[in-house]
């Protein structure tokens, strides 16, 4: 969906879908009608909107359109294997997976300008570009890594750990104020962290008056939350995952089994037209810089709702809030 306009971007998906799954249409609400549609020769994993680009992310090419009736192809971009669309687009810059696996490439909108970061050195799980477009996060398919890039420059600016054994990312997301980072995987966790962002000032070398979250008393807590290890982390020559930084808070969240199986032998059936061909899980929204959603569909599709928090020690945390089941079996 393109904002809060009334413009929605739909691909035809599951058993019987209204639309074959190589086309994309752009819906109208306001006119209750289709008013662009692009066809294609693979199907359509992801369509991202802006009020002047449509790009449309394919298994192995991301195609940038111009928001016009009829809509004008401006480019066409090689990618590595992309079956999960990842693709961020942002006012300024659009960043998908670049022709070989782990590199991520930037285009600037305006210019055309490419470039290309070397991300990791297996296959993108995960992409994420904060509200204010000045910083992206990227995910393997090793999961245990969480690497923070400068859009302005493509340098690497921070690296967080979320565990040293392996996980599939299913969701980041950046807070509206773009200080925070969220993290979901297949280990039922919710990690949250603080994004080593460019342009703003730490949290523990904040005020106590200019912090939004409730007082605290200091920041030692907040230290021994971020660098887990704690003094280990400043001796020299020991293994790197006693000095990274990790999670400041973490909190469980429910992940169903997959609604659909083979009869009698418990393996599962991909569905048509979504990608991956399992039920997304572990998606996350912010409402707010404090409020988290974490969406999980399938046969026990729910929301759950969290709240960070600061404690009168200066320890922030993380709590479930409530949840709601909105599919029935």
């Known amino acids: 969906m393109l904002g809060r306009a009334n413009y929605i971007a739909l691909v035809g998906g599951g058993k019987q879908p209204k639309f074959p799954q190589n086309k994309v249409v752009i819906w109208d ?3 209750q009608k289709a008013v662009i549609s692009l066809e294609f020769r693979t199907q359509v994993n992801r369509v991202c909107l802006s009020r002047s680009r449509i790009i449309v992310a394919l298994q192995n090419s991301v195609h940038m359109y111009a928001f016009s009736s009829p809509p004008e192809k401006l480019s066409v971009f090689e990618t590595a294997d992309n079956p999960l669309g990842l693709c961020c687009l942002g006012s300024q810059i659009v960043a998908f997976p670049g022709p070989t ?3 991520v490439k930037m285009v600037e909108i305006s210019t055309g300008n490419v470039s290309i970061m070397p991300a990791h050195g297996t296959p993108l799980r995960a992409l994420n570009l904060s509200p204010d477009g000045e910083v ?46 969220a993290v979901t995987s297949d280990k ?33 807590g907040e230290e021994s939350n971020n660098y887990k290890w704690g003094i280990l982390g400043k001796i020299p020559l020991l293994p790197r995952v006693f000095s990274d930084i990790y999670s400041f808070a973490s909190a469980h969240f429910e992940i169903d089994d997959y609604a659909q199986t083979a009869l009698g032998n418990g393996t599962a059936i991909p569905i048509p037209g979504i990608s991956g061909g399992r039920p997304r899980k572990g998606v996350i929204g912010w409402t707010n810089d404090y409020t988290i959603l974490v969406l999980g569909a399938g046969r026990d599709g729910r929301w759950e709702k969290f709240m960070l928090g600061e404690a009168e020690d200066g320890k922030r945390y993380c709590v479930r809030n409530g949840w709601k089941r909105y599919q029935g079996s």
């Open 188 to 220: 039922s966790t919710l990690h949250i962290f603080d994004v080593p962002h460019p342009s703003h000032v730490p949290y523990n070398e904040r005020s106590t008056s200019s912090r939004q979250h409730r007082p605290s008393t200091g920041s030692n």
């Open 29 to 31: 609400d306001a006119k």
């Open 101 to 103: 696996p782990g590199q």
């Open 136 to 181: 992206l996060a990227t995910a393997s398919e090793t999961g245990t890594l969480i690497r923070v890039f400068s859009t302005s420059n493509c340098s690497r600016i921070g690296e967080l750990r979320r565990g040293v054994d392996h996980a599939v990312i299913y969701s980041i997301a950046m807070s509206p104020n773009s200080d925070l980072l």
